[in-house]
């Protein structure tokens, strides 16, 4: 939970030193206020970040990708924010090397994988799937999962749609759960369970990480 509210409220503080603490003005912000209630963040928690945001000697955050192979040859993407680069790229480049794999240069591996921005909505009743992916197509929406077990609808689209996907969505009084961007991969690596076990322990040092936001890879579940 402690991991949770930590990454909301970097980029909480960073929503707000882009565009502004008003939450009607900042889709973004918006967006993740409505997470971290739904995340049972506390509220205090949401305003410090706020105000963290436009104090005076507030920590810089900035938000880079490193790219690098890990074990059997699964393309890594590492999402960080960070007040320090030379902490976070060192930090980064040794659990590379620890578990047996290899930080690259920018650039070098976000052609394996899209960028989109996925939405996480509630189902409204009456609503058809299929009407509504044909109707969200307008907006930049490529494709449309029902998660039964979850009772929740994803919503895939272009990393450029996202704003137009969530005016829609809040005009049309969908509950959104969720609004991330995600880099999805073009293809997926097959690899045995033993190899998984090793990649899983790299994966989860980087989840430890408080200067890691998300980790994306190419292998397959």
Same mark, same amino acid.
């Given at each position: 939970?402690?991991?949770?509210?930590?990454?909301?409220? &970097?980029?909480?503080?960073?929503?707000?030193?882009?565009?502004?603490?008003?939450? +009607?003005?900042?889709?973004?912000?918006?967006?993740?206020?409505?997470?971290?209630?739904?995340?049972?963040?506390?509220?205090?928690?949401?305003?410090?970040?706020?105000?963290?945001?436009?104090?005076?000697?507030?920590?810089?955050? &900035?938000?880079?990708?490193?790219? !690098?192979?890990?074990?059997?040859? #699964?393309?890594?993407?590492?999402?960080?924010?960070?007040?320090?680069?030379?902490?976070?790229?060192?930090?980064?480049?040794?659990?590379?090397?620890?578990? !047996?794999?290899?930080?690259?240069? =920018?650039? =070098?591996?976000?052609?394996?994988?899209?960028?989109?921005?996925?939405?996480? #909505?509630?189902?409204?009743?009456?609503? +058809?799937?299929?009407?509504?992916?044909?109707?969200? #197509?307008?907006?930049?929406?490529?494709?449309?999962?029902?998660?039964?077990?979850?009772?929740?609808?994803?919503?895939?689209? !272009?990393?450029?749609?996202? =704003?137009?996907?969530?005016?829609?969505?809040?005009?049309?009084?969908?509950?959104?759960? =969720?609004?991330?961007?995600?880099?999805?991969?073009?293809?997926?690596?097959?690899?045995?369970?033993?190899? &998984?076990?090793? #990649?899983?322990?790299?994966?989860?040092?980087?989840?430890? +990480?408080?200067?890691?936001?998300?980790?994306?890879?190419?292998?397959?579940?």
């Amino acid at each position: 939970m402690a991991r949770v509210f930590t990454k909301l409220g &970097k980029q909480i503080t960073i929503a707000v030193k882009e565009s502004g603490s008003d939450v +009607d003005g900042n889709a973004r912000l918006r967006v993740l206020v409505q997470q971290a209630k739904k995340e049972n963040m506390p509220k205090e928690n949401v305003e410090r970040a706020i105000k963290r945001a436009t104090a005076k000697d507030a920590a810089e955050y &900035k938000e880079i990708i490193y790219e !690098g192979y890990g074990p059997y040859g #699964i393309a890594i993407l590492v999402e960080t924010a960070t007040d320090n680069n030379m902490r976070t790229v060192a930090n980064v480049r040794s659990y590379f090397n620890k578990y !047996g794999g290899s930080l690259g240069t =920018s650039g =070098s591996l976000q052609f394996l994988f899209e960028h989109k921005c996925v939405f996480k #909505i509630t189902p409204k009743e009456g609503v +058809d799937l299929e009407e509504l992916e044909f109707e969200l #197509i307008d907006f930049g929406v490529e494709e449309i999962e029902f998660d039964e077990e979850e009772n929740v609808i994803f919503i895939y689209g !272009g990393f450029q749609s996202y =704003s137009a996907i969530q005016k829609y969505l809040e005009e049309n009084g969908f509950e959104i759960h =969720s609004a991330e961007f995600e880099w999805i991969p073009n293809d997926y690596k097959e690899i045995t369970d033993e190899q &998984k076990v090793s #990649i899983e322990k790299l994966l989860e040092k980087f989840e430890e +990480d408080e200067d890691v936001q998300n980790v994306f890879h190419n292998m397959k579940e």
